[in-house]
């Protein structure tokens, strides 16, 4: 069974750029989270999907952030424009029941 | 809210030496405990958790970790370590009252490199 995939695993761009993270969680998984880790700091929360549906998105830091998650298969998180406090790794997570997620490789963003 | 906190951010050690890493929570409600652990150049995977019973659990790759309620904390531990352990290691919680947000807080993760 394949795991969580996320790509890119490694993107550069310029600031004002934009960038765009995929994530195909496990499949047959309704639960879908976005996490980041900033600088070496705890991972935090981003948001979090269940099917389609925005569950909670109370960790998004901004307005530049948008994610979507197309007919509850795999989630795309979009930056724009991006800044430089937006590099960081950014893990997608995946769960059928809520009680602990597996993680993606993570994408590391730098903005430069 | 929840909070966890790793106490030691850098935990150097020789191999086959034994290892603790420790961890303590705090919240209002009860809490599920998790421990995850990051390779180098790898994403985050699953070493082991607490949900409810026994409260020691024991998770791959001969880890094991104590749940104290009175104490909040939830301390991973390994007999003794190989080269191979050297990774960053997260604690985590999800409160059991969150009903469908069951979005995890982690800890700002202990680096265990285990020396030659």
């Known amino acids: 069974e394949a795991g969580v995939t996320q790509f890119p695993s490694h993107s550069v761009i310029e600031k004002g750029q934009t960038v765009t993270l995929r994530c195909d969680p496990i499949?047959?998984?309704?639960?879908l989270y976005w996490y980041r880790r900033v600088m070496g700091k705890e991972i935090k929360f981003l948001l979090h999907f269940v099917k389609e549906s925005k569950q909670d998105e109370s960790g998004m830091p901004n307005n530049r952030f948008l994610a979507e998650r197309t007919g509850g298969t795999y989630s795309t998180l979009k930056v724009q424009p991006a800044e430089l406090e937006d590099s960081g790794v950014y893990f997608c997570a995946s769960s059928q029941f809520g009680e602990g997620a597996f993680f993606g490789q993570g994408t590391r963003l730098t903005v430069v | 809210a929840q909070s966890v906190t790793q106490l030691d951010s850098q935990v150097p050690v020789f191999e086959e030496a034994p290892v603790e890493l420790r961890c303590n929570y705090s919240?209002?409600?009860?809490?599920?405990l998790f421990w995850y652990v990051q390779y180098p150049n790898q994403g985050l995977q699953l070493l082991l958790k607490?949900?409810?019973?026994?409260?020691l659990v024991k998770g791959i790759n001969g880890f094991e970790a104590e749940f104290n309620k009175s104490q909040t904390s939830f301390h991973l531990r390994k007999p003794s370590v190989h080269i191979s352990d050297t990774a960053e290691y997260f604690c985590a919680v999800i409160p059991l009252s969150s009903g469908s947000a069951r979005q995890l807080t982690f800890g700002s993760g202990t680096q265990l490199t285990v020396l030659p």
């Open positions: 919240s209002s409600v009860s809490v599920y």
């Open positions: 499949s047959g998984h309704d639960n």
């Open positions: 607490y949900l409810s019973g026994s409260t």
